[in-house]
């Protein structure tokens, strides 16, 4: 009896032990398996943590991004009809994707709330399969950050990690891919280095994986207007989309997550009539412009009507709110005998021009800090630096303080571009001549600093009409409607006299400045212009327009063809 109680005892005491070991083997497993998503989960809250909040606060609270962002399209470039996609589907689709805006456009915007709120559903899934998103994982990317070294490298320094870094090659999640946003490859200013970047990506996309098996990343690109050659570098591996516009409806949405109540969105609809900004609030940046203007109590203060009042009194406030820190420079300079206080009385009303001198540097890729230090030196009753040895800190510090500009790893960047090419825009705006803005237009990296510059300078494009029978001028013309630079340029006869002006110098074979083929590059205005609706039906009738020349009506059907022809081949390499 004794005996068989024993063998019950170590039959139950090994049954046991073989359930414990079978447990823990099990958990042991499970942990394996989810162990993908514990390497990931310092990424995803990097992400969710940082791309939530707008950079501004303009004297008060602001909501976060994610409570206030619109849902936004975007426009095939070659599209037959102009309707759009949702970008969340192109986020979720099979290659990779070039995605073309506008400034102020919400590019950077949609890459920073998409990506946060990939990290927000991976983390909530906790690494279970069934409760895990669908689609990629993704990561993002400054462009310039591929000016000197490769993909895989930029993202190991983007993403440090503890143990092993990030790396893309291998696949974030069972069954899963990446989705590389590289965003503003305009922002690299240098042409050679932008050429550098773009022949990267062109790699990335003409390199199979090992074994000839897919890559398991994506990538998705985005970036203002390129030149035609660049578009072609990139070729068929990056399918190109235009970002829309906002719409009537969108306006009125962003203005209903915004304010408190029906009420106060309808009265800021309201001003938006009476400032005659309907059409410019379309554009993502001037809205917010806008609502933080409104909201901050500035409306009133902005009298004249039209975007470049509205950016004029932004940009104010903004040095307004920053000004703290300049006088506090000026006030260390004057307990600074004996040049101190000549310096000082000279720095006090040059607050603005401090700024502009730095928003120029930057906008050439410059570093702001040091094109603001030498100029000072060059201008000032005395050189700063040898009155305070603290000068740059100080003019780091005064920079920072106006909310233009973020501590980046080497240097001072741009919070809002578009704001910072206001600025440098703002002594061609005060000194305007016509020719200097024609070269900038037709200067890609200057080339958003002088559409700010007719806009501030309150300039209708006439002047451009005479100049439309030289390709220069035309294509000048053709970037300002892209662009959509004033509200005169969206006349419809300005904009079918530059149609046609594009149309003859592109099937004259017409050369450009500089040697460039300007005929391709009259083609990629009129293929960009066409992806709008309204430029697109410019065209078909300026096709059966009596009144225009047979050679231009030839073209304008031939440019249809071909457009036809190349969305055709676009769809078949997809």
């Not at 303009?58 to 206030?68: A, D, N, T």
């Not at 040697?515 to 065209?539: N, W």
């Not at 009596?546 to 997809?574: C, K, Q």
Request: charged fraction near 20%.
């Amino acid at each position: 009896m004794d005996l068989d109680v024993s063998d019950k005892v170590a039959s139950v005491v090994s049954g046991t032990l073989a359930l414990v070991t079978a447990v823990v083997a099990v958990r042991r497993h499970s942990r394996g398996r989810r162990g993908w998503w514990a390497a990931l989960r310092p990424v995803w809250r990097g992400e969710a943590d940082a791309g939530i909040v707008h950079p501004h606060r303009f004297g008060g609270y602001v909501k976060p991004l994610s409570e206030v962002y619109v849902p936004r399209r975007a426009v095939p470039r070659l599209a037959a009809s102009g309707d759009g996609v949702d970008v969340a589907d192109l986020l979720t689709g099979a290659g990779n994707v070039l995605l073309i805006g506008e400034p102020g456009s919400g590019k950077t915007a949609l890459v920073r709330y998409e990506s946060a709120r990939s990290a927000q559903r991976w983390l909530a899934g906790r690494g279970r399969r069934r409760r895990c998103p669908p689609g990629p994982v993704l990561v993002s990317l400054p462009a310039a950050a591929l000016v000197r070294q490769p993909l895989s490298a930029a993202l190991a320094e983007a993403y440090p990690r503890d143990g092993a870094p990030l790396d893309v090659e291998q696949a974030p999640a069972p069954g899963r891919r990446w989705l590389v946003c590289v965003d503003a490859l305009d922002a690299v200013a240098d042409p050679d280095e932008r050429a550098v970047v773009l022949n990267r990506l062109a790699e990335l996309a003409r390199s199979p994986g090992p074994a000839g098996l897919s890559r398991p990343w994506r990538v998705m690109v985005t970036t203002r207007h390129l030149a035609e050659d660049e578009l072609a570098v990139l070729g068929d591996g990056y399918p190109a989309y235009h970002l829309a516009h906002f719409t009537d409806a969108d306006v009125a949405l962003l203005a209903a997550r915004w304010f408190p109540d029906a009420g106060t969105a309808r009265r800021f609809l309201d001003w938006t009539h009476a400032q005659r900004i309907t059409g410019p609030v379309h554009n993502p940046l001037t809205a917010t412009v806008a609502v933080l203007v409104w909201e901050g109590g500035q409306a009133e203060a902005a009298t004249p009507a039209g975007p470049a009042a509205l950016l004029d009194e932004f940009v104010r406030a903004l040095l307004r709110g920053g000004r703290a820190s300049l006088d506090a420079a000026c006030a260390a300079l004057r307990h600074r005998p004996p040049d101190g206080e000549a310096v000082a009385a000279w720095l006090d009303t040059r607050h603005t021009d401090l700024v502009e001198v730095a928003a120029t540097a930057a906008v050439a890729g410059a570093d702001p800090v040091a094109a603001v230090v030498d100029w000072s030196a060059a201008h000032a009753p005395a050189v700063p630096a040898t009155v305070l040895p603290d000068w740059p800190a100080r003019v780091r510090q005064i920079l920072l303080a106006t909310d233009l500009f973020r501590a980046d790893r080497h240097a001072l960047a741009s919070v809002w571009p578009s704001l910072v090419e206001y600025l440098a825009a703002g002594p061609l705006a005060r000194d305007w001549r016509p020719d200097e803005w024609v070269t900038l237009m037709n200067t890609g990296s200057a080339r958003f600093v002088a559409l700010q510059a007719i806009s501030r300078a309150a300039v209708t494009p006439a002047f451009l009409r005479a100049r439309l029978t030289e390709p220069v001028g035309a294509i000048a013309a053709g970037h300002l409607l892209a662009g959509r630079g004033t509200a005169a340029a969206g006349a419809p006869a300005f904009r079918a006299d530059v149609l046609a002006a594009l149309l003859t110098h592109w099937s004259g074979g017409a050369d450009g400045p500089g040697g460039r083929d300007a005929a391709r590059e009259c083609f990629s205005l009129l293929t960009t212009l066409a992806a709008d609706r309204a430029d697109r039906d410019l065209l078909h009738e300026i096709a059966a327009d009596p009144r225009r020349s047979g050679e231009v009506r030839r073209a304008a059907a031939l440019f249809f063809a071909l457009r036809t022809r190349n969305a055709h081949r676009s769809r078949a390499v997809r």
